[in-house]
């Protein structure tokens, strides 16, 4: 497993956003704490004219599970009810328990390489790593990653 912990990764914004307000939104509560230049990763920014991306950093956010839940409870005034979360690794465990607290404006809880097994009708696993010997990147694979994009867009597109 990689090492979140690294001081660089607590500097910068907690949260990012881009896209178009109102539109269906995905909320990436990244562990490992990308986005440190105040914009989303590059990977996911083409997805930004059709749907917003909220992106919480969370070695940037100690908070950052007050900032789900304010993030969600936001969401519910909204129009457009549409809302997807994608995190992974360490985390997901706890991202799984606050969803359960807004199952009513979550559509779906996208993991790649949760910790722990994922047993709840509302998430599913998207994306996992490989622990071969040729896999340069090791587990969880980075949010940014552009497999994990594309395999998130593939199950949004399945929920549709």
Known sequence: MRDFDEPARA?????????????PTILVIDPAGEAVHDEIPATWRE?????RIVWLRVPAAPGWQSTVDTVLTRHQDETQP???????????????????????????????????????????????????????VPAPLPLGHPDVVFSVVEALNELS
């Open 47 to 51: 997805l930004t004219d059709r749907m």
């Open 82 to 136: 549409v809302l997807d979360v994608v995190s992974s690794g360490p985390i997901a465990a706890d991202v799984i328990d606050l969803v359960r607290r807004h199952e009513d404006l979550v559509r779906s809880v996208l993991l790649v390489d949760p910790e722990v097994d994922v047993d709840e009708p509302f998430a599913r696993v998207v994306a996992r790593s490989h622990a071969t010997p040729d896999d340069r």
């Open 11 to 23: 500097t910068g914004p907690g949260v990012v956003a881009d896209g178009p307000a109102g539109s």
